[in-house]
């Protein structure tokens, strides 16, 4: 046999050797939780927040090292993210790991700022030669052919016949495209 008499009598099955067991598991579960469970919970709560709150054009990293702007949100768990010229991801929103630039909220001022600068100060290329705006590349050679020779003319002309300019001039409005050819 393997156990001797004399531990076998020492041994006991006594019930007060449970109670310090007990309290000692106690302690541990408390330090656990205030050490690790609930700093944890209060990173989750705070994540959820995070995401939550994400917008359209807020700069992100992904939890996979993406970095990118926020072209569209759609829906509470996806978003669509630009992470280069044309290149756009969908994912999910949770795996947004960080926030690293916000986009600030347009102020009324802003907005009226924004549609003075949209707004032509004066007549537009497309008005001079007596074009819709946005017309087609046949609508402008046949527009140019009866206005070739007027000088004060010669800009309208020149921007709108070619279509990489016209493109340009189209998505910038004309106060915008006429700035940029000053500076």
């Known amino acids: 046999m393997f156990i001797s008499p004399a531990y076998a009598q020492a041994a006991g099955g006594g019930a007060a050797d449970v109670l310090p067991q007990l309290m000692?598991?106690?302690?541990?579960?408390?330090?656990?939780?205030?050490?690790?469970?609930?700093?944890?919970?209060?990173?989750?709560?705070?994540?959820?927040?995070?995401?939550?709150?994400?917008?359209?054009?807020?700069?992100?990293?992904?939890?996979?090292?993406?970095?990118?702007?926020?072209?569209?949100?759609?829906?509470?768990?996806?978003?669509?993210?630009?992470?280069?010229?044309?290149?756009?991801?969908?994912?999910?929103?949770?795996?947004i790991?960080?926030?690293?630039?916000?986009?600030?909220?347009?102020?009324?001022?802003?907005?009226?700022?924004?549609?003075?600068?949209?707004?032509?100060?004066?007549?537009?290329?497309?008005?001079?030669?007596?074009l819709p705006e946005g017309a087609g590349q046949a609508e402008v050679d046949a527009a140019i052919e009866g206005k070739a020779g007027d000088a004060s003319l010669a800009e309208a002309i020149d921007t709108l016949k070619d279509p990489v300019k016209r493109k340009l001039y189209s998505r910038l409005g004309h106060a915008e495209f006429v700035a940029t050819l000053k500076d």
Request: hydrophobic residues 45%.
């Open 24 to 95: 000692l598991m106690a302690a541990v579960f408390v330090v656990f939780y205030f050490l690790l469970i609930r700093p944890q919970q209060k990173k989750v709560k705070e994540h959820k927040a995070m995401v939550e709150a994400l917008k359209r054009g807020d700069r992100v990293v992904t939890s996979g090292g993406l970095i990118g702007t926020i072209q569209r949100i759609v829906s509470d768990r996806e978003a669509v993210l630009e992470v280069g010229d044309g290149v756009r991801v969908r994912i999910m929103r949770a795996m």
């Open 97 to 130: 790991s960080e926030v690293m630039a916000k986009t600030e909220p347009l102020a009324a001022d802003d907005k009226a700022e924004k549609a003075e600068k949209k707004a032509p100060a004066g007549p537009t290329y497309w008005s001079m030669l007596g």
